[in-house]
């Protein structure tokens, strides 16, 4: 079965490409991925989703919004109509509107903030209940934790050390987090 979010990001991201003029071949080159798989999240494959970082990539070639992108794709009844909506609303704004939004959007939501989203993802044992969490965080609710299992927690700290290995995080960053996930046991 087809994950309802995929479908509004994968029209989401085929209004963009279509606006801009670009074949999904010259797009995936300036995103620097494989036509093949922009064409597998075009169509909104189940187990081809973008990780969040080439998601933000393609989003800035296609000249979209990051913001809209995520929610989308957070969003677990999102539709088809939606995703072309979402794009539609964005393509509408004029072109100075669309970098001042996309402007406040990048001072606001950094890198550490993406991955916290991907790293998320590892440590839900299903979609909705990740989906009730982020919209829990985005609208200043208190969500429920996430469930810990012992193997989750041991794939957490290997995310923790690999994070911290390649410098994404700071020591003190990692200790922090560290002490929080063993907290949470």
Known sequence: MMNMSAVAVATYLRTLRSAAGLS???AAAKAGISAKTLGRWERGAGDHEPTVTNLKKLVHVLGGSVRDALLLLITED???DDGDGVAQTW?????????QVD???ENTMSE??????QELRSDYQDDRTLVEFLRGALLGVAPAPAPTPASSVEERLRSLE?????????DAEYAARRQQLIESI
């Open 103 to 105: 402007s406040i959007i």
């Open 78 to 80: 999102a539709t088809e």
């Open 112 to 117: 550490e903030l993406l991955e916290i989203i």
């Open 91 to 99: 393509l509408d704004l004029p072109a100075g509107e669309r970098a």
């Open 24 to 26: 999904q071949e010259e």
């Open 162 to 170: 690999a994070l911290r290995t390649k410098r994404v995080i700071t």
